[in-house]
């Protein structure tokens, strides 16, 4: 059974450009959530994907986006990217609403 | 909306004893599901413990145990026999049940963290 997976690892941009990060979902599991994680804070729920379409969505401006493709794999959006975007960003798959979500190593994005 | 309290930012144990890392939430709701995840300095989250609400019942996996309070919206973990792996962030997490009409989103609602350390 293949984990989530992530990618980048590590990546710089700055201020004013865009970003797009990438996730594979766990084998078997239907459902995407993103997160953002501030340094020494607990992750924020950014949205969710389910059958391709955003399905809820936390406290984050419409400059975060993404999509989730037929083999469930997803991606993540950002435009304008803005210093305080700099994080650790986290995908989840899971069942939807069945079971618990399990999370990649994560991509850390920088702004400068 | 609902809010998860991780009071401690650190705690510190000695090797193979005990330690209880604490968490509070508020919520309205009645059924949701509780959730301990643990994130070591590679950074990847990993379940620790999951716990239902509609159970009465402590969830307990190996070292690791619950002390779930519905009533007082407390829901510590206590880890036993502490080792040198289990030094990590710790992080309490909050799921809503699903909604009967299957809609919504189900996302997790985090604490701040615990950072623990172990003391060999």
């Known amino acids: 059974e293949t984990g989530v997976t992530q990618s980048p690892t590590h990546l710089i941009k700055t201020r004013g450009q865009q970003v797009t990060l990438r996730c594979s979902s766990q084998?078997?599991?239907?459902?995407v959530s993103w997160y953002q994680q501030a340094l020494g804070q607990g992750p924020q729920f950014i949205f969710q994907?389910?059958?391709?379409?955003?399905?809820g969505r936390g406290n984050f401006p419409p400059r975060f986006s993404g999509l989730q493709f037929p083999n469930y794999s997803s991606e993540l959006n950002v435009n304008a990217l803005e210093l305080d975007d700099s994080a650790l960003y986290l995908c989840a798959s899971s069942l939807r609403f069945m079971g618990t979500q399990y999370f990649g190593p994560g991509t850390r994005l920088t702004v400068l | 909306a609902q809010t998860v309290t991780q009071s401690q930012p650190e705690m510190s144990v000695q090797e193979a004893e005990t330690v209880t890392l604490s968490c509070t939430y508020d919520t309205s709701e009645s059924d949701y599901y509780l959730f301990w995840y643990k994130q070591p300095p590679s950074r990847q989250m990993i379940l620790v413990i999951r716990?239902?609400?509609?159970?009465?019942q402590n969830a307990t996996e190996n070292r690791f145990s619950v002390n779930f309070q519905k009533a007082a919206k407390s829901f510590s973990l206590k880890i036993s026999d502490s080792q040198l792996g289990d030094a990590a962030m710790y992080f309490c997490?909050?799921?809503?049940?699903?909604?009967?009409?299957?809609?919504?989103?189900?996302?997790?609602?985090f604490g701040k963290g615990t950072h623990l350390i172990i003391q060999p």
């Open positions: 716990q239902e609400a509609y159970k009465q």
């Open positions: 084998s078997g599991h239907n459902t």
């Open positions: 997490a909050y799921r809503s049940a699903p909604p009967l009409s299957g809609g919504g989103a189900d996302g997790l609602t």
């Open positions: 994907y389910y059958r391709e379409e955003e399905n």
